[in-house]
């Protein structure tokens, strides 16, 4: 029984690369979470998605970051011409249909060098 | 704006006596409440939950207290051990939105 898989575990990109996270959400589940870890902080909401559909993506910046969970295969966060500032720990949780507790990946850190 | 709040950064317990790490909420509407355990470079583990229904919930040395009036509640571990040293984090929920706090850095002290 899977539980949330996330990939890369780590990784490293320069100023202006691009950023893929890919997230497998627990078998039966169908919404995502994506949340963000910046050193020394709390998680922090980025977006919600559930097949094919962004629900709520009030935590997304509003440039350069855009989320997807598409009818087959996983959900990814993609961040485009990376800067320092998006050095960070970023995790992806999952629920049923009718989430009442959301359960997280181990993490992709991300590190911008 | 933080909706959720742990205003204790840090707690530090010596092994078996009472872990007890609070939380504050603003939002009335918040209807679950769960509590989070992370270790370094993982990601966060679900302890214990616990609805708005109810005012305690308990599971093994993990109890949740529910204070809807004072929009505060508490996550109480007895005996502490060593190996719950961690961060903890609280998330209250509204539908399918989950809000965090910054997290609790508890060390228990053998």
């Known amino acids: 029984n899977a539980g949330v898989m996330q990939n890369p575990r780590h990784l490293v990109r320069r100023r202006g690369q691009e950023a893929r996270l890919r997230c497998s959400p627990m078998?039966?589940?169908?919404?995502v979470y994506w949340y963000r870890q910046l050193p020394e902080e709390g998680l922090k909401f980025m977006v919600y998605?559930?097949?094919?559909?962004?629900?709520?993506e009030s935590g997304m910046p509003k440039e350069r970051f855009s989320a997807e969970f598409p009818k087959e295969g996983p959900s990814i966060l993609r961040i485009q011409q990376v800067v320092r500032g998006d050095s960070a720990a970023y995790f992806c949780?999952?629920?049923?249909?009718?989430?009442?507790?959301?359960?997280f990946g181990e993490g992709s850190w991300l590190t911008v060098v | 704006d933080q909706q959720v709040k742990q205003n204790s950064p840090s707690l530090s317990v010596q092994e078996g006596r009472i872990s007890i790490l609070n939380c504050d909420y603003t939002n009335s509407m918040f209807d679950y409440f769960l509590w989070y355990k992370k270790y370094p470079a993982e990601g966060p583990t679900f302890l214990i939950s616990?609805?708005?229904?109810?005012d305690k919930n308990e599971d093994g040395r993990f109890t949740v207290f529910l204070n809807k009036s004072a929009k505060h509640l508490s996550l109480h571990i007895v005996p502490s051990q060593p190996g719950d040293s961690a961060v903890y984090f609280c998330a209250a929920s509204t539908g399918n939105q989950f809000y965090f706090g910054t997290g609790t850095s508890l060390t228990v002290i053998p």
């Open positions: 616990i609805s708005s229904i109810k």
């Open positions: 998605l559930q097949k094919e559909n962004i629900i709520d």
């Open positions: 949780a999952s629920s049923p249909s009718s989430p009442n507790t959301i359960y």
């Open positions: 078998k039966g589940h169908s919404h």
